[in-house]
């Protein structure tokens, strides 16, 4: 249930009900300068960036690569955020280890935002095994991440009324490439013969995307990679692919690789082979600087490859012909020392 005081507390400390008031903030800053924003992952930065544009300094705290389950603030994170005029989070739960952190931000008369804090809850979804939350990966489905959108627009705009006008034509100009995006993903996902559209990944951060797009969704962990999986988890899914002989399977470029290759290994033991087909990009996303690090990028990506490793059509480059990566490149083969690595050492 914490999610639900989480927003309520946002949601009443943000707009009106306390002295934290984004109304009162507008009147004390000086319209001349761009906001000082601070998001907590790449995706929430690009979207703010795009709405705010020059009007707008936007830090990411959560870089490529690495896992917003598993992120704490650092001390300088902690102070970027006080001195922030507003802070953007994903929310659901998303930034689990951030919370407490978000919450003296806003005790302290910043506002602290969560993007996707106006979705329908009849939208989301609601995983067994995420404790009464909701699924945070809402990115996942270009349609009500376009939705976030408008949220920021409004938020912006009560911040820093003046170039509101700026924002709501930023806002429209980029749900019209998302847009085209969307309609991209529908239909590359759509081209993969149907008894191979069945997506397999490290952990369940593709349930909006699947059941958006049209193809089922299986991982070893759950939600969060908070916890670890256990060897049931591995030898579930080896069950699985034996039985559907699936050409592929994915490791994200945020979690740690090593459960995907003790599911491959699982398979190969059964004469079954299956490949990587590709290292996607969950809940971070790429190289900043690269197409791929950009929240379109992504997805693209994202798309492009699984349609390529499951036997659909897609162009080699993507949706924009600008992706660097080559179908069944760039992956990890050997399990990442990530940050999911560190935590399963020292439990
Ligand atoms: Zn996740």
Redesign the pocket.
């Known amino acids: 249930m914490f999610h639900v005081c989480l927003a309520l507390w946002t949601l009443c400390s943000c707009w009106g009900c306390g002295s934290a008031g984004t109304e009162g903030f507008a009147n004390t800053r000086s319209a001349a300068k761009p906001l000082r924003i601070v998001a907590t992952t790449g995706m929430v930065a690009d979207l703010v960036r795009h709405i705010a544009g020059e009007h707008g300094d936007v830090m990411a705290l959560i870089g490529s690569g690495v896992d ?2 598993l992120f704490k603030a650092t001390r300088y994170d902690i102070k970027k955020m006080h001195e922030a005029d507003v802070v953007f989070y994903s929310g659901l739960m ?1 930034e689990g280890r951030l919370q407490e952190v978000l919450k003296q931000v806003n005790s302290s008369n910043r506002p602290v935002v969560a993007v996707t804090d106006r979705l329908d809850h009849a939208y989301l979804r609601s995983p067994p095994d995420f404790e009464g939350h909701f699924d ?2 809402v990115w996942m489905d270009v349609a009500a991440w376009s939705r976030c959108v408008d949220w920021v627009d409004e938020t912006l705009s009560k911040i820093d009324p003046v170039h509101a006008d700026q924002f709501h034509q930023n806002a429209k100009a980029y749900q019209t490439e998302l847009a085209e995006l969307h309609e991209y993903v529908r239909k590359v996902i759509a081209s993969i013969p149907e008894s191979q559209r069945v997506l397999v990944t490290a ?1 369940d ?1 593709f349930g909006y995307f699947g059941r958006t797009y049209g193809i089922e969704v299986r991982s070893i962990q759950g ?3 908070e916890s670890e999986a256990g060897i049931q988890d591995v030898n579930r899914l080896v069950d699985f692919l034996v039985e559907r002989k699936l050409p592929a399977i994915f490791v994200e470029s945020s979690v740690n690789g090593k459960n995907i290759h003790a599911v491959i290994e699982g398979t190969k033991s059964r004469n079954v082979s299956i490949r990587i087909g590709g290292e996607l990009f ?2 971070a996303m790429g190289t900043e600087g690269t197409y791929e690090g950009t929240y379109i990028g992504m997805i693209d990506h994202n798309a492009t490859r699984i349609a390529h490793a499951l036997g659909g059509a897609a162009p080699d480059n993507g949706l924009h012909g600008r992706l660097t990566t080559q179908p069944g490149a760039a992956v990890s083969q050997k399990p990442q020392l990530g940050p999911a690595f560190a935590v399963s050492l020292v439990r």
Do not use: G
């Open positions: 917003p389950h998303l945070p990966h952990h951060a939600v969060t990679t969950s809940d």
